[in-house]
């Protein structure tokens, strides 16, 4: 059974970093994607990040490109971990983040997306 667990959410003030973790078990990752979307109260759920397992291709969305970095453990195997290093945090980032995973390239749509964590809050004070 797969599972996604999300940790690393939390408090911090505008400017501030804070670094998400996704572990990701119950199967081997090889060939597949594994993405950061998130949702704020009120909004769709929104693409944030993907990469695909060895770390070829990497999308961003325009609203995180240059403050957002998004890697891997890089040891896609029955358990593997993906990150989502968030630096220039700004109240907009507000949201809970969910870590995604699928098989074959990255995408920015959450439909294609096959497995869910249960997320984990980020809030930025202004």
């Excluded at 870590?99 to 984990?120: I, L, M, S, V």
């Amino acid at each position: 059974q797969v599972q996604l667990v999300e940790s690393g959410g939390g408090l911090v003030q505008t400017g501030g970093s804070l670094r998400l973790s996704c572990g990701a078990s119950g199967q081997t990752f090889y060939g597949h994607s594994m993405a950061w979307f998130r949702q704020a109260p009120g909004k769709d759920r929104e693409f944030v990040a993907s990469i695909l397992w060895n770390e070829e291709n990497v999308i961003y969305a325009d609203s995180v490109k240059g403050r957002f970095t998004i890697s891997t453990d890089n040891s896609w195997t029955a358990i593997s971990t993906v990150y989502l290093q968030m630096n220039s945090l700004i109240p907009k980032d507000t949201a809970v983040y969910y870590c995604a995973a699928k098989y074959g390239r990255p995408t920015n749509n959450y439909n294609d997306f096959e497995y869910w964590g249960q997320g984990t809050q980020v809030t930025v004070s202004s």
